[in-house]
T-cell receptor, first 108, second 114 residues
């Protein structure tokens, strides 16, 4: 079993839909990253959080440390949101352990 | 302000050969981490360099080695290449301040081993 599990692995939705991607982890962590990876490989950090909730534009990330669970939400989804979304947890000071990613496709 | 840069962008090698990948961190960053991402998988941590020394290492064989230079740039070397080493190799930089810092990723080097 992977230390970081994401669901779903693939998600297809229509433009405008509310999107939720889930991340569960089995190890003790100090913080969690949500990352976005576009075709071609470039990775962009969306959020780093260790408690509560963060919001940036149409993106919202929440984390529940006790339940070892985090969610990434996208409101009013748009085709340009199509990408792979990766959850990664910090083990130790700077080592990241990654989930397998969720491939999101938003159709116009 | 240049972000993290990696070279080359693509590389084709044959089994048994050796390869060197390069990474320049974001300006002001002193820590470089390397990751291997196989097709359809999430990245796997290879190792991390700080102050020209390897600080942490993931579950990779000794064929994978690295180096950090005084200007904080870094190299990843892989010897005796195997077909299974074909992957996207990502470099990420950050600034060590005793706690977790956002890591900034480079565009990656896509390695194909034939």
């Amino acid at each position: 079993k992977n230390e970081v599990e994401q669901s779903p692995q693939n998600l297809t939705a229509q433009e405008g839909e509310f999107i939720t991607i889930n991340c569960s982890y089995s190890v003790g962590i100090s913080a969690l990253h949500w990352l976005q990876q576009h075709p071609g490989g470039g990775i962009v950090s969306l959020f780093m959080l260790s408690s509560g909730k963060k919001k940036h534009g149409r993106l919202i990330a929440t984390i529940n440390i006790q339940e070892k669970h985090s969610s990434l939400h996208i409101t009013a989804s748009h085709p340009r949101d199509s990408a792979v979304y990766i959850c990664a947890v910090f083990q130790g000071a700077q080592k990241l352990v990654f989930g397998q990613g969720t491939r999101l496709t938003i159709n116009p | 302000d240049a972000g993290v840069t990696q070279s080359p962008t693509h590389l084709i090698k044959t089994r048994g050969q050796q390869v060197t990948l390069r990474c320049s961190p974001k300006s002001g960053h002193d820590t470089v981490s390397w990751y291997q991402q196989a097709l359809g998988q999430g990245p796997q941590f290879i190792f991390q360099y700080y102050e020209e020394e390897e600080r942490q290492r993931g579950n990779f064989p000794d064929r994978f080695s690295g180096h950090q230079f005084p200007n904080y740039s870094s190299e990843l070397n892989v010897n005796a290449l195997l077909l299974g080493d074909s992957a996207l190799y990502l470099c990420a930089s950050s600034l060590v301040q005793g706690h977790q810092e956002t890591q900034y990723f480079g565009p990656g080097t896509r390695l194909l081993v034939l």
